[in-house]
């Protein structure tokens, strides 16, 4: 078995990781109940009003967010398998922040391809959402979603999300993450708005298409990632 069939091997098991909170009591995740409610939007360049474009602004910044290319990898680095199906990506994140190192078990729970009535008219939007796994040191889901308004041609990209912070039995990772997990939350979905909006500039302006299918490569040979792959996998016996 070679190094990469047995990385695949580990990061398949997390699919057996449930999520860390019941969705279905979403209606409870209020900022009155302790959660931090957050949502983010950034203007990418318009198209011409009607459906999006194949090389236009909606295509690009969706192939971005497809590849998880939008997060600074200075930051986040999201590592999963590059044949699995989006509605069935498992990812582990791992982020840095003021010298703390985190990993991050995330399971993708929805994802969006639909028409729908805006404020300002019918809306074309594609994203997804990934929620916590057991493990993780928060509750909570997060969303992003390319939104192109098909009268205007106004393409956004937004982010929503809910959290709470989680158990967190490493006393080192519960100071870190009490110091410092909301502001890298903050750090991440600003510069992630950044990210996109160079990225798709950069598609357009090249007109080539950005990124390709999901790579793992990243993670291949780093020992580091696979030690904290058999921690998790091994905390839940699989």
């Not at 929620?131 to 106004?154: C, D, M, P, W, Y």
Request: hydrophobic share 40%; aromatic share 10%.
């Amino acid at each position: 078995m070679t190094e990469f069939e047995r990385f695949k091997a580990r990061l398949e098991s997390l699919e057996k990781l449930g999520l860390n909170l019941d969705l279905e009591r979403r209606k409870d995740f209020t900022a009155a109940n302790g959660w931090n409610l957050d949502h983010y939007e950034a203007e990418l360049p318009s198209e011409s009003p009607g459906e999006p474009l194949d090389g236009g602004s909606f295509r690009a910044a969706q192939t971005v967010l497809l590849d998880y290319k939008f997060p600074p990898p200075n930051l986040i680095t999201g590592i999963f398998l590059p044949d699995q199906p989006l509605e069935k990506r498992v990812m582990l994140l791992r982020a840095h922040f003021l010298g703390f190192t985190f990993y991050f078990g995330v399971k993708v729970c929805g994802v969006s391809d639909e028409l729908r009535a805006g404020k300002n008219g019918q809306e074309r939007v594609w994203g997804y959402r990934y929620a916590t796994l057991e493990g993780h040191f928060e509750r909570g889901q997060i969303e992003f979603l390319i939104v192109k308004n098909l009268i205007s041609g106004g393409v956004q990209f937004k982010i929503d999300a809910f959290s709470q912070t989680g158990l967190i039995r490493n006393l080192i990772y519960r100071v870190g993450f009490s110091l410092f997990g909301r502001r890298l939350q903050r750090r991440f979905a600003r510069q992630s708005m950044l990210r996109m909006q160079t990225l798709v500039a950069q598609a357009l302006k090249s007109g080539q298409v950005v990124g390709s299918s999901p790579k793992i490569s990243s993670a291949q040979g780093n020992p580091e990632v696979q030690d904290k792959l058999e921690e998790l996998t091994e905390a839940k016996g699989v």
